[in-house]
């Protein structure tokens, strides 16, 4: 998959502290004088966001299919590339996602049993050489997502309805890419203090600039 320089994303299951990692990270880097875009996925476009609406709809567990979570995840991401994302790498500015293209290999291929094929096909023709040229998996244990994400309080969406045995196969997933594509996807364990692990991370993050 072709990469594009200056484009991040931070991936892992819930709870391990992406939103905030991505935001030391940024002011970390704007301290240094880098201009940083930052996004969640699905999402940070308008039309991203109704998508994202219906994407984790609780009311639609059981009911919506594989294919078209897998569709609407890439719609999403097509309308972020091109209205916020490739702008953006474009003026010269650093692009960090919570989340992009690596969470459907881990959630839609590998989980739902999708595959890799169907996967890569549609991320291909989504991201069009906008794949970020480094993305970092934040791992942690199911049991250590579900103690974390149980703090927050409140109902669970679509997604965070799913059992531990699937989150189990999307950390796999996430692991299986790591392992495989090791010059674009890097795992660090994060069951360690936040500022030694945000620490790794701004100096990944930093090596590519």
Same mark, same amino acid.
């Given at each position: =998959?072709?990469?594009?320089?200056?484009?991040?994303?931070?991936?892992?299951?819930?709870?391990?502290?992406?939103?905030?990692?991505?935001?030391?990270?940024?002011?970390? /880097?704007?301290?240094?004088?880098?201009?940083?875009?930052?996004?969640?996925?699905?999402?940070?476009?308008?039309?991203?966001?109704?998508?994202?609406?219906? /994407?984790?709809?609780?009311?639609?567990?059981?009911? =919506? +299919?594989?294919?078209?979570?897998?569709?609407?995840?890439? %719609?999403?991401?097509?309308?972020?590339?091109?209205?916020?994302?490739?702008? +953006?790498?474009?003026?010269?500015?650093?692009?960090? %996602?919570?989340?992009?293209?690596?969470? *459907?290999?881990?959630?839609?291929?590998? %989980?739902?049993?999708?595959?890799?094929? =169907?996967?890569?096909?549609?991320?291909?023709?989504?991201?069009?050489?906008?794949?970020?040229? /480094?993305?970092?998996?934040?791992? /942690?244990?199911?049991?250590?997502?579900?103690?974390? *994400?149980?703090?927050?309080?409140?109902?669970?969406?679509?997604?965070?309805?799913?059992?531990?045995?699937?989150?189990?196969?999307?950390?796999?997933?996430?692991?299986? +890419? +790591?392992?495989?594509?090791?010059?674009?996807? %890097?795992?660090?364990?994060?069951?360690?203090?936040?500022?030694?692990?945000?620490?790794?991370?701004?100096?990944?993050?930093?090596?590519?600039?």
């Amino acid at each position: =998959m072709k990469t594009a320089k200056r484009f991040f994303s931070l991936e892992g299951i819930d709870g391990s502290g992406k939103s905030t990692h991505i935001e030391k990270l940024a002011n970390a /880097l704007e301290a240094e004088g880098y201009s940083v875009v930052r996004l969640r996925e699905p999402g940070g476009a308008k039309i991203s966001e109704r998508i994202r609406e219906i /994407l984790l709809d609780a009311s639609f567990k059981g009911v =919506m +299919a594989d294919k078209t979570e897998l569709l609407l995840y890439n %719609a999403a991401r097509a309308q972020v590339i091109a209205e916020i994302i490739q702008p +953006a790498l474009d003026a010269g500015k650093i692009v960090i %996602a919570d989340r992009f293209a690596w969470s *459907t290999f881990a959630y839609q291929g590998y %989980a739902r049993g999708l595959g890799a094929d =169907m996967v890569q096909r549609l991320t291909e023709l989504t991201c069009d050489g906008c794949f970020p040229e /480094l993305t970092v998996v934040l791992d /942690l244990t199911v049991e250590q997502s579900r103690a974390r *994400t149980a703090k927050r309080g409140g109902a669970p969406d679509r997604l965070e309805q799913e059992k531990a045995d699937f989150f189990e196969r999307v950390r796999q997933g996430y692991l299986a +890419a +790591a392992r495989e594509f090791p010059d674009c996807v %890097a795992a660090i364990d994060v069951d360690r203090p936040f500022e030694e692990v945000s620490a790794e991370l701004i100096k990944l993050v930093k090596s590519r600039l």
